[in-house]
């Protein structure tokens, strides 16, 4: 039989849809002819194919093959199909038996002597595969990646030489040895390092418990960076489902997959030179950008205003929507983007404005300027306006000074606390709540909606801002334990949108 089919996945976003691998052996010219929308990479497997079959020391037939690669619709990339093609290859010149070819799904990129180089998004075929029920056979070097996926039946191989015995019944290939542990996040980072700032302590533990995005606003050298270090190791461990959908987007991504940063929360921190496309995702093919790799950990964006408007202007819908769907000519490719959003800035170009030890020698005029490099539709997505002041005189060179050492212990015990909560209530962390859950969920009494009126009207909130004062409230009352929204609690929420005041306040 000159006929031979085999099974790989493509990668499109964080999803891998089947690629049939068809082989068919005829009469004709001695070639190698690869259909079905390859790419450049993926035509050349065909040399590839061809040298590393020769090299294992098989021959490859001396008629035409053609290889086609469905859906012929599909767009196919990479080197990753080069496993697939080189078994179907052999099934059908009757190297290799057939009969155990659709039991199985083949992912790796060729060398030219055999050996198998690993490719990247592993982890999504694995998923899709276990689904399928079928075997997945990958380079060794994916393995560790590919058993996070705990249900797929996962083999590992180094070469094109133990694939053919493990299909001729003479070796079997081994499962990868790795036992993925949830790990963690942001070992290392105290929040008793930061000195003083109890107020800045105490916002930052109410963006841990609820989700909410916040900023930072005061003076250079403050601790606001050191902060914003420490919201991860405050924040809630990753579920199963979680993590498994961060390693997802880390395995489709540039950047090589870490199979020991397994379970750890994402800190995102690009450079305020980062452009649009790597902040959201693109290129052709799509691949994820920052808000995406940020998926369920923190996207941190230090000095704000620096940040070119048009790139800040992008983060308004995933803010809302949390995910990003980026459209190519033959794409339209999804990503997740449910990040919480840290940002920090100066008050002004100085730095120094409302500082009561250094000048701020900025004029009004120059303050606004600078303020206004950050729309308002975009602050209005921020629940948190944190001031972080500067330090009190002798506070850093106090000898006597000694740290709290339960202080972490204690805040990371009351955030777990307020959000298991949440969970109970609402099954979602309070930032997440929908208007009709805000309505049925932060219920204030009519002395609390007046003084909520009286507040919209005063610091010109939008109605957006006043759930996000609610949603606050809510998140205030979880962390001291209480079933319902009182006067404090909104006091405080309030308390905490700063920039809804003017600028000379």
């Not at 075997?135 to 996926?149: Q, T």
């Not at 498994?244 to 987007?249: P, Q, S, T």
């Amino acid at each position: 039989m000159s006929f031979a089919i085999t099974y790989s996945r493509a990668q499109i976003g964080i999803e891998a849809p089947l690629v049939t691998v068809e082989a068919d052996i005829s009469q004709g010219l001695p070639q190698i002819q690869i259909v079905g929308l390859p790419a450049t990479a993926v035509k050349e497997a065909k040399d590839r194919v061809k040298s590393a079959i020769s090299n294992v020391g098989l021959k490859t037939p001396s008629r035409r093959v053609t290889v086609n690669l469905a859906p012929a619709d599909l767009p196919k990339h990479g080197g990753r199909y080069d496993l697939a093609i080189a078994v179907s290859i052999l099934a059908a010149n009757g190297d290799l038996p057939q009969a155990a070819l659709h039991q199985c799904e083949w992912l790796g990129e060729l060398a030219l002597d055999g050996q198998l180089r690993p490719v990247n998004g592993v982890l999504p075929a694995a998923i899709q595969s276990a689904a399928s029920k079928r075997v997945l056979i990958v380079p060794r070097l994916n393995g560790a990646e590919a058993s996070l996926a705990a249900t797929a039946n996962i083999r590992i191989a180094d070469n094109l030489l133990e694939v053919i015995a493990h299909l001729k019944g003479t070796q079997d290939l081994l499962r990868p040895t790795h036992t993925p542990n949830l790990a963690p996040s942001a070992q290392g980072y105290d929040l008793a390092d930061v000195r003083g700032q109890l107020i800045a302590k105490r916002g930052l533990v109410i963006a841990a418990a609820g989700n909410h995005n916040l900023m930072f606003i005061g003076p250079p050298g403050t601790g606001k960076t050191m902060l914003a270090n420490r919201l991860c190791s405050l924040l809630p461990p990753l579920s199963t489902r979680e993590a498994l959908e961060v390693a997802a987007i880390r395995s489709v991504s540039n950047n090589n997959f870490d199979p020991s940063s397994w379970g750890q929360r994402p800190f995102r921190s690009p450079h305020h030179t980062t452009s649009s496309i790597a902040l959201v995702g693109g290129s052709s093919p799509p691949r994820p950008g920052e808000i995406s790799l940020a998926h369920h950990g923190i996207l941190f964006l230090d000095e704000l205003p620096e940040y070119s408007r048009r790139v800040l202007e992008v983060l308004r819908e995933p803010l809302e929507s949390g995910h990003i769907m980026i459209s190519r000519a033959q794409y339209q490719v999804c990503y997740p983007a449910k990040f919480q959003l840290v940002a920090a800035m100066n008050a002004c170009p100085c730095g120094y404005h409302g500082d009561d030890r250094i000048q701020c020698h900025c004029s009004q005029e120059r303050i606004l300027a600078y303020r206004n490099r950050v729309s308002g539709p975009l602050l209005d997505r921020i629940d948190l306006h944190i001031s972080v002041p500067s330090l009190k005189r002798g506070l850093l060179s106090n000898p006597d000074y000694s740290p709290d050492e339960q202080e972490q212990g204690l805040a990371t015990a009351q955030v777990l606390a307020a959000r298991t909560l949440m969970l109970a209530r609402a099954g979602k962390a309070n930032a997440h709540l929908s208007s009709p859950e805000v309505l049925r969920d932060c219920r204030i009494s009519r002395a609390d909606s007046s003084l909520m009126e009286r507040a919209m009207e005063r610091l010109g909130l939008s109605a957006r801002g006043y759930f996000k004062v609610l949603k606050i409230a809510r998140t205030i009352a979880d962390l001291a334990g209480e079933a319902d929204v009182a006067t404090p609690h909104l006091t405080e929420a309030l308390a905490f949108r700063q920039l809804d005041r003017s600028v000379t306040s």
